[in-house]
């Protein structure tokens, strides 16, 4: 009997840690691969999010998705 609720609650934790797994890819696969930066002279730049530190400014579009921690830095902007 030990046994066998042994090998259901193992079946179980596959199945939750399975959902999990999806459920972390599917986050993922919502972060954009390129976005806009602002450079200081108001030039504006597409590159990869992997190369963005931190001090960075970045464009968001409308209905565009943010790819990074951020601080907001104009009042007339919102994130929802």
């Known amino acids: 009997m030990v046994l066998v609720l042994f090998l ?3 079946r179980l934790e596959g199945f939750a840690a399975s959902k999990a797994r ?3 890819e599917s986050l993922m ?3 954009p691969e390129d976005i806009v930066r602002k450079h200081p002279d108001g030039r504006r730049e597409t590159v990869p999010v992997s190369s963005l530190e931190p ?3 970045v464009e968001i579009a409308p209905g565009g998705r943010l790819p990074a921690d ?3 830095h104009e009042d007339n ?3 929802i």
């Open 70 to 72: 951020a601080v907001l």
């Open 22 to 24: 999806k459920g972390i």
């Open 55 to 57: 001090g960075h400014r």
């Open 8 to 10: 259901i609650g193992e």
């Open 77 to 79: 902007a919102s994130l």
């Open 29 to 31: 696969a919502l972060v």
